[in-house]
């Protein structure tokens, strides 16, 4: 099947039925928030991603709060994503968020500091076609200065220059996915990035029976490319990666824009 040209393929047609279920790919040019509790498979879906985007040719970084190199090595190994050559070729490049005393992301003194900055500052990080943040939260909750404007009830316009910055880097029809635990950070932070969001996936699990389901409820999707539903059921099993379990093709719930 053809794509759409302003779309980048996800890809793994022939692993699992997420290219298909999200219309083909996510647009060029534009800002994707992935929102869900602990658990919810946050970090599963943005794996899945940079995993897909660079099999199917795409530059992407991947910077991760949580995982450290070898970590994340494992973890997508686990997955069935092998991503040694990827790594080593440097068409992926993966970065750990060290936030401990005397990591990346302090000062000599252990303190921490401005992540924001430092973030915005770091060419390397912004020159592939794919940039996803793996919790954006937790920089926003360890950026002393953001915190300070927390304090403020400032955080709001903290918020906004962030966003300024993203939309200049979408602007070269590059990717920014950010993922986000909504019970980790406030409302009055959070809710700018939601407005601006061209795509909006929310993650969440639901009980059925004895057993916990996790789905993506599509909140917007802007440029899509075939048609996309409303939910995608979905479970990450180990040796095999992300698995579609369920489709609606409801779109209720839908942006208008597309």
Do not use: C
């Not at 252990?110 to 794919?130: F, H, K, S, Y």
């Not at 590059?174 to 700018?192: C, H, Q, R, W, Y």
Request: proline content about 3%; glycine content about 10%.
């Amino acid at each position: 099947m053809a794509r759409a040209t302003n779309l980048h393929s996800i890809g793994l047609d022939d692993h699992d039925r997420l290219n298909a279920e999200l219309g083909g790919g996510i647009p060029r040019g534009s800002i994707v928030l992935v929102e869900g509790d602990y658990g919810a498979g946050k970090s599963a879906l943005s794996q899945r991603f940079a995993y897909g985007l660079v099999d199917e040719g795409a530059s992407v970084t991947l910077l991760s709060t949580e995982l450290t190199v070898r970590g994340f090595i494992d973890q997508m190994h686990s997955l069935a994503y092998d991503v040694v050559k990827p790594l080593l070729s440097e068409r992926l490049l993966f970065l750990h968020a060290d936030f401990d005393a005397g990591g990346a992301f302090s000062d000599g003194d252990g303190e921490r500091r401005e992540l924001l900055t430092r973030l915005m500052d770091a060419e390397v990080m912004w020159q592939p076609e794919v940039i996803l943040i793996d919790t954006f939260d937790a920089i926003l909750r360890n950026d002393p200065t953001f915190e300070a404007l927390v304090r403020k009830n400032e955080e709001r316009q903290a918020a906004l220059e962030i966003i300024s910055f993203f939309r200049d880097v979408i602007a070269t029809g590059k990717i920014v996915v950010l993922t986000v635990d909504p019970s980790a950070v406030d409302d009055e932070a959070i809710g700018p990035f939601r407005s601006i969001a061209d795509v909006f996936l929310e993650l969440e699990m639901v009980e059925v029976g004895s057993d916990i389901r996790r789905q993506i409820n599509v909140k917007r999707f802007a440029g899509m490319g075939e048609q996309v539903g409303d939910t995608i059921g979905f479970s990450v099993r180990s040796g095999t990666g992300i698995v579609i379990e369920s489709r609606s093709v409801a779109l209720t719930h839908l942006d208008p824009r597309t």
